[in-house]
Structure formats: structure tokens, C-alpha cells
């Protein structure tokens, strides 16, 4: 079975922070190492977020002002991490390829973006009590 393309996974603080507070500027930018050579980080699942929408690495590439070389290189690193596939991809030429993400692949972004939720409320409950002290850009 495949993931539908064109899913996206939306996150939401549960209780926004006021706007213009140093809080309510505050972003994570997660990077989860799994080994010396293995990191999933934000590109790697705005990548794949990507080629979800597009059904195309090249697309997918483009969209992120990325070369196909770039995206294909990333993929093929992503592939690697695990034992399951995360993309599929077909052959180009005169009827055209394409790549989807797979249920597995699926699975992993939204648990990705779950987990930066989650960080993000982490963030704003530590941090609360520093709101008045987080100096403007």
C-alpha cells in the first residue's frame, strides 16, 4: 500500500504564545542522529514532505531550489537509514518516472513532525518564565 501524494502534516502549539513575544519566535530545528553518518534532519524531511506533494524528486528538488543530483543524493541517504524503504522511485524517459513515499515513509515524516511539535511545546513551557528577557532581532 502507498501513501497518497499531496499528504501533508501539519504542526500547531496547543496554546499559541502572544504574537511578538520572544517566545512565539522561537523554533527547533531537530536533527536526529542515528549514527556517525546518519542524520534526519529538517531538509531531509522537507525533502521527502516534498516528493509527497510532487510526486517527483526533481520537482520535489526544484521546489526546494535544490539540483535533482542534490535531492537524489539526499533520498538514496534516507533510503539507507533503515531496512524498509522510504521512497520508491521509477525509471525516467519518454513516459516519465517518479517517486512516491512510501506508507513507511509516510510514517516517519509525521512521527518527525510530531516530535518537533512536541519539542516546540517543550520549548515554550521551559522558556515561559524568559518571554520578557528574549532581546528582538
Known amino acids: 500500500m502507498r501513501a497518497k ?8 502549539p496547543k496554546r499559541p504564545p502572544a504574537a511578538g513575544s520572544g517566545i512565539a519566535r522561537l523554533s527547533p530545528r531537530l536533527r536526529i542522529v542515528f549514527g556517525e553518518a546518519m542524520r534526519l534532519g529538517p531538509g531531509k524531511i522537507d525533502l521527502l514532505e516534498a516528493i509527497g506533494r510532487t ?8 521546489e526546494l531550489g535544490m539540483s535533482y543530483r542534490r535531492a537524489w543524493v539526499l533520498v538514496d541517504a534516507v533510503n539507507k537509514m533503515f531496512t524498509r524503504a522510504v521512497v520508491t522511485a521509477a525509471a525516467g524517459g519518454s513516459q516519465g518516472g517518479g517517486a512516491q513515499l512510501t ?5 516517519l515524516v509525521t512521527a518527525y513532525r510530531r516530535v518537533e511539535a512536541r519539542t516546540l ?11 520578557r528577557d528574549i532581546a528582538q532581532d
Request: charged content about 20%; hydrophobic content about 45%; overall charge negative.
Open 5 to 12: 501524494q499531496g499528504t501533508v502534516v501539519s504542526i500547531k
Open 55 to 62: 510526486g517527483s524528486i526533481s520537482a520535489a528538488g526544484r
Open 103 to 107: 506508507e513507511f515513509g509516510l510514517a
Open 121 to 131: 511545546a517543550a520549548i515554550q513551557e521551559e522558556l515561559a518564565p524568559f518571554d
